[in-house]
C-alpha cells in the first residue's frame, strides 16, 4: 500500500528548514569574517588583548580582526597607532 504524500510533507518541509538555517548560519559566519572560515582552537596568544597580540596588530593594520598584510613597511601613521599607554618618566 502506497503512503499518501501528505504524510510526507512535515518530514520533507522539516528538511528543507534546516537545510535552510545551516546555510544562512555558514554565510553569517562566513561574512563576519571578512570571507573566511571561522577561526577555531585560537589560543591565548591571539587573543591576548595587549598591544602584542597578532590579531590586534592585524586589526590596526589592516583595519579588521582577520585581514593581514604582507607589506615589508607599515602604512603611513602606523607608528602612531600604538595601544602602549603613555606614561610620564620619573625625574
Known sequence: MPVPFEALLPYAIMTVMF???GVSLAGIRTFKNDGLRQRH??????QQSTSTSLMERDRRLTGTLR?????AYAPP???LSSEWKIEKRYV
Request: charged residues 25%; negative net charge; glycine residues 18%.
Open 19 to 21: 537545510g535552510v538555517t
Open 41 to 46: 582552537n585560537v589560543d591565548a596568544w591571539d
Open 67 to 71: 585581514g593581514q598584510s604582507d607589506a
Open 77 to 79: 601613521g602606523f607608528e
